[in-house]
């Protein structure tokens, strides 16, 4: 009967052309992401690997790029990934920013405000839950149809909930058919390893799915409390505003002033400040006389091991605790921060949503600080290994060592390996829960309005 | 031993705001009877049956159908009722027999199309209207379909809510005869009219309702119609005065 509303059928039918022309175009950019990023990780594999023979300490600051890989479901929700960066230069010494910020290529299009499947679910899904749900009750009551079920023994219980049922039903058509077919092209067609991109995709469209089902709730509520269908219209709008308008700029503003983020800036001056000393000529040769002192000899000649390795060695782990210090408390920071925000659920089942969305999808702050530190993971990897190759390789008379490609192929190439889903949904726990609260509570507030239910 | 009304209400008070709409009003209806409720606009009679149907809570007083207190469990009053409203209202976009099928449904009760047909013939609609959209019947159509509605549910009460009004007399005639065979069945049937004509012809017992009461029970077979006028405008103005 449903179908028949042609209200449903063009409402529906914008829908899933939004949701598939949106989709696919983040398809096709994630394809193209996906092949760029293949060819220059290729591209910068041969040029590790074609090095000259040269010191291996000159080979570490030679570098290279290593890039995240996005999750097939970053075509739904690309979350913090255009903000953060995607790829990051690994050299000697330095915890090197990510950088390639998708929004620098951002197109108009993306400007508009619905760039991502996730916009249109979160703000365009709510408005036709809304337009299918607000004459569920209050049309039938202004037609007079109300009078005649109820007076007839349609129990209110059952009515209410068949008619959500039903357009639940309906709902989770137009939503989640074109989410998975979307979901379903991405995963056949762009890099999954480690991402769990299956399971990921049936808990991220189940979640669409709820959320819809809350302001479909809301709508037939609405439906249920105004005496005229555009009464229930007015009040299901207004509920839009506040919900997916208002409160998550509210959110935002209340994060900032209750937890504002830590600065960079500091935190990288900071570091600057306890790397500087640490690094000069005096500190160095103090390091250096005290090297000799440990190994009983007077001249660097008489050591074992060669002694600007060794000292390059104690350099780099100094500046590592210094890295893991500082710029771990920032990242530390902002994961509680985001943790915080999860709370903001409260507000809105959009503010909840928002970061359900992006931990499902692999496009949290907790996923970017995983790349972040993993590829630093790489980055000291690689100078342990050439700082070792310099220590444990005495160079004698002034000579200088010089390695070749077996030692190049030693360092493998850079491996991601994502956070697994189980730690995702640990991450995204409270505004889960929190979006479930929200049906919930809705459901508990319709049963009293459903009892009292009158023409 | 005496049978259990089908529907007793007790000193039933209902106020709307500072005004009273009913001051205390005592009625009982067995099964197989006719009750008109007689009164001018404003007398209380669709609050009466609003009353019974649960949509409204009486200020005092008790309103039970088969036993059951409709103003703490309406739900499973309105299980017990079968109701015509004066304004039977269809969805427009479906047919007669769609629409019969539908509401039957949203009662819990599946009927099949050749049950449906039977309702539908026995309202009185005529058959070539049975498949044509809702959105073109008449008043007096969407009523036929409302009884037919009524019917289908088989009910032990029937509360009807100006049910001749707007039809033609051939309907009306032959709407009179459906609730007379409904009552031979052993519905006990309510309605609320203005038709003195039809309640000549239909009820058992007539109650002119006055000042938010049931002023005089009337037998209407004592009477002919312009006798039953006249004692029912007599009764009215004694009511007021």
């Not at chain 1, 953060?84 to 910020?101: K, P, Q, S, W």
């Not at chain 1, 459901?443 to 459903?450: E, H, R, T, V």
């Not at chain 2, 309702?209 to 009764?235: K, S």
């Amino acid at each position: 009967m449903l179908w028949r509303d042609a209200r449903v059928r063009w409402i529906g039918g914008m829908l899933v052309l939004l949701l598939m022309v949106t989709g696919l175009g983040a398809w096709q950019s994630a394809r193209d992401y996906g092949a760029e990023v293949a060819r220059v990780t290729a591209a910068e594999r041969a040029r590790w690997l074609g090095q000259d023979a040269k010191n291996p300490h000159s080979a570490d600051h030679y570098g290279l790029w290593v890039f995240r890989p996005s999750s097939p479901l970053a075509i739904f929700d690309p979350g913090t990934e255009p903000y953060t960066g995607r790829m990051v230069r690994i050299e000697a010494h330095l915890f090197n920013d990510a950088v390639y910020r998708a929004v620098q290529d951002a197109g108009p299009f993306d400007r508009a405000g619905l760039s991502d499947v996730s916009d249109v679910v979160g703000l365009v899904v709510p408005l036709v839950a809304l337009l299918l749900g607000f004459a569920a009750f209050a049309a039938d009551r202004e037609r007079g149809t109300l009078r005649l079920a109820l007076g007839n023994g349609a129990p209110p219980g059952p009515l209410f909930a068949a008619r959500f049922t039903a357009l639940t039903l309906v709902l989770a058509v137009l939503v989640c058919l074109p989410l998975l077919t979307l979901g379903g092209v991405a995963i056949a067609s762009l890099g999954t390893a480690g991402w769990q991109a299956w399971p990921r995709l049936l808990v991220w469209v189940a979640v669409q799915a709820l959320y819809g089902a809350v302001f479909l709730l809301i709508a037939m509520i609405a439906s249920l409390l105004a005496r005229t269908a555009r009464g229930a219209l007015t009040i299901s709008l207004a509920i839009w505003i506040a919900l997916c308008l208002v409160a998550p700029r509210l959110a935002t503003a209340g994060m900032e002033m209750v937890s504002p983020a830590p600065s960079y800036r500091e935190t990288r001056l900071r570091i600057d400040g306890d790397l500087r000393p640490h690094k000069s000529a005096e500190a160095s040769d103090a390091r250096a006389q005290a090297t000799l002192a440990r190994y009983g000899v007077s001249d660097q000649q008489e050591l074992p091991v060669d002694l600007r390795g060794l000292i390059m060695v104690e350099n780099d782990h100094h500046a590592f605790a210094v890295y893991d210090r500082e710029l771990g408390a920032f990242f530390a920071a902002l994961a509680a921060r985001d943790a915080a925000f999860g709370w903001a659920g409260l507000l809105s089942p959009r503010v909840a949503l928002q970061r359900v969305s992006e931990g499902l999808a692999g496009t949290d702050f907790v996923q970017h600080a995983h790349f972040v530190w993993s590829a630093e993971a790489y980055r000291r990897a690689i100078s342990e290994r050439m700082n070792a190759e310099i220590r444990d390789n005495p160079q004698r008379d002034g000579r200088a060592m010089l390695a070749g490609p077996e030692l190049w192929r030693e360092i493998p190439p850079f491996a991601f390996a994502p956070l697994p889903l189980s730690r995702s949904l640990a991450e995204i726990r409270v505004p889960a829960l929190l979006l479930g609260l929200w049906l919930a509570l809705l459901a508990a507030g319709s049963i009293p309005l459903i009892r009292r239910l009158a023409p | 031993m005496a049978v259990e009304p089908v529907l007793a209400l007790g000193r039933v008070v209902k106020q709307f705001g500072g005004r009273t709409a009913l001051s205390g009003l005592d009625l009982t209806l067995r099964a197989g009877e006719v009750y008109a409720l007689l009164g001018p606009n404003g007398a209380g009679k669709t609050t009466t049956i609003n009353l019974i149907l649960g949509f409204l809570k009486a200020d005092a007083g008790e309103v039970r159908v088969c036993r059951i207190d409709a103003g703490t469990d309406p739900i499973a009053a309105r299980a017990r009722t079968a109701y015509i409203p004066e304004q039977v209202a269809l969805y427009p976009g479906q047919s007669g027999l769609e629409n019969l099928r539908y509401f039957a449904t949203l009662a819990g009760l599946a009927i099949d199309r050749a049950e449906a047909e039977t309702h539908l013939a026995a309202a009185g609609l005529a058959p070539e209207a049975w498949s044509r959209p809702a959105s073109g019947y008449s008043k007096g159509m969407r009523q036929k379909v409302g009884i037919a509605i009524a019917l289908a549910r088989k009910t032990r009460l029937l509360l009807l809510d100006e049910p001749t009004s707007g039809l033609d007399p051939s309907a009306a005639a032959a709407f009179s005869g459906t609730v007379r065979a409904a009552a031979e069945r052993g519905t006990a049937v309510l309605m609320a009219t203005h038709d003195l004509y039809r309640v000549r012809e239909m009820a058992d017992r007539v109650g002119v309702l006055a000042g938010g009461r049931v002023a005089e029970e009337i037998d209407p077979r004592r009477y002919a119609h312009t006798d039953l006028e006249r004692l029912y405008i007599a009764r009215l103005s004694g009511a007021v005065t």
